[in-house]
């Protein structure tokens, strides 16, 4: 029962999650760029705020810390990372040093 209740309290977020759209989320993202002075926090690399091309490596994306869905958008929980340094906190996790499994299987 115990487990059950944890389980269901996972899926949804937290009642004062913040959870940005439209012009909001847009003006959160330059927040981030302008806080980080448009620089990489992982690697130090200058950023471009429009990405050039798809997958452009010296794009700006903005990066959650810990989970939007249990902590929201707001600036103390974003971070700026250039677009390869995001992918790979996506493909290996946050410390980059060895790979996550892969979810399927």
């Known amino acids: ?3 059950e ?3 269901n309290r996972m899926k949804f977020p937290k009642p004062d999650v913040v959870r940005l759209t439209g012009k909001t989320l847009e003006a959160l ?3 981030c760029y302008l806080r980080d002075k448009g620089q990489c926090v992982k690697c130090g690399r200058k950023m471009l705020f429009k ?3 798809p ?4 794009a700006f994306d ?3 810390k810990r989970g939007k869905r249990m902590h ?3 600036l103390n929980n974003v971070e700026s990372l250039c677009h390869a340094e995001h992918m790979l906190q996506h493909r290996y996790g946050k410390s980059y040093q ?3 499994p892969s979810k399927r299987g």
């Open 62 to 64: 903005m990066a959650h």
């Open 1 to 3: 029962m115990v487990r």
């Open 51 to 53: 990405a050039r091309f």
């Open 72 to 74: 929201g958008d707001t």
């Open 29 to 31: 993202r330059l927040a």
């Open 5 to 7: 209740r944890e389980r």
């Open 55 to 58: 997958n452009d490596p010296i």
């Open 98 to 100: 060895k790979p996550v």
